[in-house]
C-alpha cells in the first residue's frame, strides 16, 4: 500500500519490519531489495538478497532475483551463476527457465540455452514465451526448419501472435 503511494520510507519500514518478525519470509526480501533497486540503491538492493540466501538459499526466487540484480548492473558472470542456480532449484519454474535461456543466448551459448528450452517445452508445449524464444533461437542457428516448426506451434496456439506470423513469413521467403 504504501509503496502504491510512493510513500518509500514507510513501505522501506515496513518490510524491514515484516522481516524482523519472520526473518525467513522471502517475499519481505524480494520486495524490499526491488525498493531499493526503484530507488537507484543498487549495493543494498544486492545486500537484501545476500543476506535472504544466508537465512534461506533454497528458494529459486531469491536467486532468480539476484540474477536479474545482476544483470541489470552488467555483472554477466555473477548473473549466469545465480539464473543457473534458481533454474536448477525450481527446474519447472518456465520464467527462471526462460530467463536462463536468454541470458545464455546473450553470451552466445545458443545450444546451452535451446537444450533447456527445449526441456521447457516437453514438459509445457504451450508456453508462447518458450515458443518464440525456441524460434527465434534457431533462427540465430540457421536451423529455418526448426525455426519454423515452433513459429507455427505458436500460431497454432496464439493465431493473434504477430511476431511469429511475420517469422513465418520471414522464414517461408527465405527457403
Known sequence: ????????????????????LEPSFVNGYINLADLYRLLRQNMEAEKILQQALLKTSEHGVIYH???????RNGQTVNALTA???SYQLQPTNNRY??????????QNKIKEALAILK??????????????????????????????????????INPQYGSAEQLIQQLQSGQ
Request: hydrophobic fraction near 50%.
Open 97 to 106: 527457465a526462460y530467463v536462463y535461456a536468454v541470458a545464455l543466448k546473450e
Open 119 to 156: 526441456t521447457v517445452h516437453d514438459r509445457n508445449a504451450a508456453d508462447i514465451d518458450i515458443l518464440f524464444a525456441l524460434a527465434s533461437f534457431y533462427l540465430i542457428e540457421n536451423n529455418t526448419k526448426s525455426a519454423l516448426v515452433y513459429a507455427q506451434k505458436l500460431v497454432d
Open 65 to 71: 532475483s539476484l540474477g536479474l540484480h545482476y544483470i
Open 1 to 20: 500500500m504504501a509503496l502504491s503511494l510512493r510513500d518509500y520510507d514507510q513501505a522501506e519500514t515496513a518490510y524491514k519490519q515484516a522481516l524482523i
Open 83 to 85: 539464473l543457473k542456480k
